[in-house]
């Protein structure tokens, strides 16, 4: 199945992304046991939660690489773009979710 960004993915995986570093961060928080297990744990949410979804709901795998003057080809400009506006659909869906989470926390007394 190949997964196809767009701008719904891309605010999904943001949403994703900021709700479940959050958690991590709640329970990160509750159990500050050791340096080694913090990093673990911390590598796997990161895994998890940032760098597969980003990957494959706002990047894609089919983008492939740009090359070094990107900028005088409209071809790969317009395909650049693209995936520009796509990551920044996915900045502003952290910011909002990161913001209602935030704020949920607060009120919830987990911080």
């Excluded at 958690?23 to 744990?41: I, K, Q, R, W, Y």
Aim: with cysteine; charged share 10%.
């Amino acid at each position: 199945m190949n997964i196809t960004p767009s701008y719904r993915t891309a605010a999904l995986a943001g949403a994703w992304t900021a709700i479940g570093m959050i958690g991590f961060e709640a329970v990160d928080a509750a159990n500050p046991d050791s340096v080694l297990g913090h990093n673990l744990v911390f590598f796997a949410g990161s895994a998890v939660f940032l760098f597969v979804p980003v990957f494959f709901l706002v990047i894609g795998r089919d983008t492939g690489c740009f090359s070094t003057t990107w900028f005088l080809d409209p071809q790969e400009r317009a395909a650049y773009w693209v995936v520009t506006k796509t990551m920044l659909v996915w900045f502003a869906s952290v910011a909002v979710a990161g913001s209602i989470g935030a704020l949920a926390g607060s009120g919830l007394g987990l911080q």
